[in-house]
């Protein structure tokens, strides 16, 4: 067994080997830092108005300026974050379960119930996912837990695709058979032997669905039919601000794009490194 | 002492399998039939692709979904195993029938420890608590001729060799307390000296169970050395069924034969025997009588047509064959 001190040097190890997941790790720590303590150091508050400041760039008072309220820009970007973060997990966790939970069973069972799952997944990756998106919450109403759920269910069939096809080939492997042979139910075997087998690409993908739940639900609220402004959420920020760049106010839109480009960005490059280490561990 | 009257443990009869092939159904399993009776070892054997596994993965209920099963029955003790539905057949597999399988390492779940894949044999089939159910596992692991159960039975299947794996998986097959064991190949990838071991360990576990075990293999030396009775199969028919000593003595069946004659012996030349060219398995499964015509050297023309009947020729020894007198 490694003790901690030989895993941290690990992990230290693997840092060094893979960049890119150093950067991004780097990337988010920062970032989650500023959304947990930051508002902490800034001394107004995400909603508080005053029109005497509305429209100043950027100060040491206001490092990000104001908007046309008079509200600090950074305060509320940083509330932004800690949204948009709770907002990426909540989708990428949801679809993680529902897509290896439904993606087992239809890899272990095969058949009709196999091919009724992978053609409803092939019609809900016929719409573009951003478009299945906005749908879905147009449908649905705009409010936090529904743009969660929409973001989710256009991610599914990824989760789905990738359980199953993993399923099925592990399926062949012989811990399955054995399992079977030595009497375990078929539950058994599809959740506790088969699903933790086939879980790393769909983990990697999780990881991957983190940065484009952020854009995702950005968009959502940019169109308005996401979360609804004065919340602050990196895309009500954007196109709240997209109003007055034309009139020279750049900041206004600018920084909160910056901070959801860099999150997004955070979590590809993590999520790409995962992919790269995952399928060298493989060959 | 005649065969048939005896109560057989498991008794195949006329089971024919097939699989979907390049333009029809190839018949992979074709008129089988043999029996295994109460406390033997039963060697079953022929080449790579005459149906072996097929048969095992046939009585075992885990025929993959292509294949279809034509016509038979499997019975085991007074139970017609083929009207089983998915769920008894769970209750009878482990409980009755287990199934030791070829590819070692990767019929272990690598994500559990293997002391934990064998105590929740222990749990599922005698419905024991976690703690009992460990200890058990343990005990079991050292019955294995394994070194340090206790501490072996927290590793991962990637710690250990392949051969403590293949002892895993024998002792979680053991723990279900079957009727019948069947071994498919059990020692394919393991080196020689490991090899006696395991089967070593497969005879004392069946005097100690009193099981009665399937032993598929292709291995000749293997099957004299641990089997009483042999079931010879080729290309999906049965050639001949009897007792080691008898067919070791004298094979009847003009494949058993030339089966028997392949083997290397230091005290014989070798006389390769013609190969046979320009004949592949295509032919043979497209014959509708004997499928050995093609290749027999004692063929005659009722054999490409008709197949022969299961005849005794002695006791304990059964040849399916027109020609063997």
Not at chain 1, 155 to 174: H, K, N, Q
Not at chain 1, 196 to 220: E, F, K, R
Not at chain 2, 74 to 94: N, P
Not at chain 2, 269 to 295: H, K, N, Q, W
Request: hydrophobic share 45%; with cysteine; proline share 5%.
């Amino acid at each position: 067994m490694a003790s901690a001190a030989q895993r941290l040097r690990g992990f230290l190890r693997l840092l060094r080997e893979h960049r890119t997941l150093a950067a991004g790790l780097l990337i988010l720590t920062v970032v989650i830092l500023a959304a947990t303590v930051g508002p902490a150091f800034v001394p107004h508050g995400p909603l508080k108005v005053d029109p005497e400041i509305k429209l100043q760039p950027p100060s040491l008072a206001h490092p990000m300026g104001t908007d046309n309220f008079g509200r600090d820009i950074l305060v509320r970007v940083l509330y932004g974050i800690r949204l948009d973060l709770r907002i990426a997990f909540m989708v990428a966790f949801t679809a993680l379960i529902v897509g290896t939970l439904v993606g087992t069973f239809s890899g272990y069972r095969g058949g009709i119930i196999d091919d009724v799952v992978m053609r409803f997944t092939d019609v809900l990756q016929a719409f573009p996912s951003f478009v299945l998106a906005m749908a879905i919450t147009a449908m649905l109403g705009n409010t936090i837990p529904n743009v969660v759920i929409a973001i989710a269910i256009s991610y599914v069939p990824f989760f789905i695709r990738l359980t199953r096809g993993e399923v099925l080939s592990a399926r062949e492997l012989g811990y399955a058979e054995a399992a079977r042979c030595v009497g375990n139910p078929e539950w058994r075997i599809m959740y506790l032997h088969l699903l933790p087998n086939c879980l790393t690409p769909a983990l990697v993908q999780a990881t991957l669905c983190l940065g484009w739940a952020i854009l995702d639900a950005s968009g959502l609220a940019f169109l308005g039919l996401g979360v609804r402004p004065p919340t602050p959420e990196g895309g009500v920020l954007v196109g709240e601000g997209a109003l007055f760049i034309i009139s020279g106010q750049w900041w206004t839109s600018v920084f909160p794009g910056a901070v959801i480009v860099l999150m997004a960005f955070g979590f590809n490059l993590i999520g790409d490194s995962l992919r790269d280490i995952t399928a060298q561990e493989e060959r | 002492m005649i065969l048939v009257e005896k109560d057989a443990l498991l008794r195949i009869e006329g089971l024919y399998v097939s699989f979907p092939g390049a333009d029809a159904r190839v018949t992979i399993l074709d008129n089988v039939s043999f029996e295994v009776f109460g406390k033997e070892i039963v060697g079953l054997v022929g080449e790579s692709g005459s149906g072996k596994t097929m048969t095992s993965l046939t009585i075992m209920g885990f025929l993959p979904a292509s294949g279809r099963i034509e016509g038979g029955e499997i019975w085991f003790g007074h139970d017609q195993l083929l009207d089983y539905t998915e769920e008894e057949m769970s209750r009878v597999r482990g409980r009755k029938i287990a199934m030791i399988f070829q590819s070692t390492r990767s019929a272990l779940n690598p994500l559990m420890r293997v002391g934990d894949q064998v105590a929740r044999v222990y749990r599922i089939q005698r419905g024991l608590g976690a703690g009992q159910a460990k200890a058990e596992a343990v005990k079991a692991l050292s019955r294995m001729g394994i070194p340090d159960a206790e501490r072996r039975a927290k590793a991962y299947p990637h710690q250990l060799s392949r051969g403590m794996c293949q002892r895993v998986l024998i002792a979680m097959m053991v723990a279900c307390e079957p009727d019948l064991l069947i071994a498919d190949e059990p020692t394919t990838g393991l080196d020689v000296t490991i090899q006696a071991q395991i089967f070593e360990l497969i005879k004392d576990l069946q005097q100690a169970t009193k099981a009665s075990i399937l032993l598929i293999t292709h291995d000749l030396g293997v099957v004299a050395e641990t089997c009483e009775r042999v079931v010879v199969m080729y290309a999906g028919q049965v050639m001949e069924m009897a007792t080691v000593e008898s067919l070791f003595a004298k094979p009847l069946h003009p494949y058993t034969q030339r089966l028997l004659s392949s083997v290397l012996r230091v005290d014989r030349t070798i006389e390769m025997p013609a190969v046979d060219a320009g004949l592949s398995e295509d032919v043979a499964y497209s014959v509708a009588g004997c499928r050995f015509a093609p290749r027999c050297p004692r063929v005659l023309p009722r054999c490409w047509e008709e197949h022969p009947p299961r005849e005794q020729a002695g006791p304990d020894h059964w040849v399916t064959c027109h020609n063997y007198k």
